[in-house]
């Protein structure tokens, strides 16, 4: 599966943005869908997951409430979509695939998703 994220840029905080990626290549192969982020300095950690091609979702604490993932099968696009983005949610985010059944433990870790996309970054201004 090939992954190819967008929709990242400047924000003010309290803004809204919405991210996509666009899957290609054995996207049937995959499961679940997932987004993490990484701050400078920091380790890459869960945002939110969706089951492939259920519509099981999974969110971290951190932005339940404020972000949600979603999927548009006809065009094997996941998209995030941030409100009330906080200042301490500037970081890259990526998305990611992985082949594992969708279940709320495994879609919180890194290493349950076996393909990757680029980043966007996502920059949040106080």
């Known amino acids: 599966v090939q992954l190819q994220a967008s929709g990242g840029g400047l924000v003010q905080a309290g803004d809204s943005l919405r991210l996509s990626c666009a899957a290609s290549?054995?996207?049937?192969?995959?499961?679940?869908m997932g987004w993490f982020r990484q701050a400078p300095g920091k380790e890459r950690e869960f945002v939110a997951a969706?089951?492939?091609?259920?519509?099981?979702?999974h969110y971290a604490d951190s932005v339940k409430g404020r972000f949600t993932i979603s999927r548009d099968n006809a065009k094997s696009t996941v998209f995030l979509q941030m409100a009330s983005l906080k200042p301490e949610g500037t970081a890259v985010y990526y998305c990611?695939?992985?082949?594992?059944?969708?279940?709320?433990?495994?879609?919180?870790?890194?290493?349950?998703?076996?393909?990757w996309g680029q980043g966007t970054l996502v920059t949040v201004s106080s």
């Open positions: 969706i089951g492939w091609p259920s519509s099981s979702t």
């Open positions: 990611a695939a992985s082949k594992r059944p969708f279940a709320r433990a495994v879609a919180e870790s890194p290493t349950s998703f076996g393909s």
């Open positions: 290549g054995r996207i049937f192969s995959a499961n679940a």
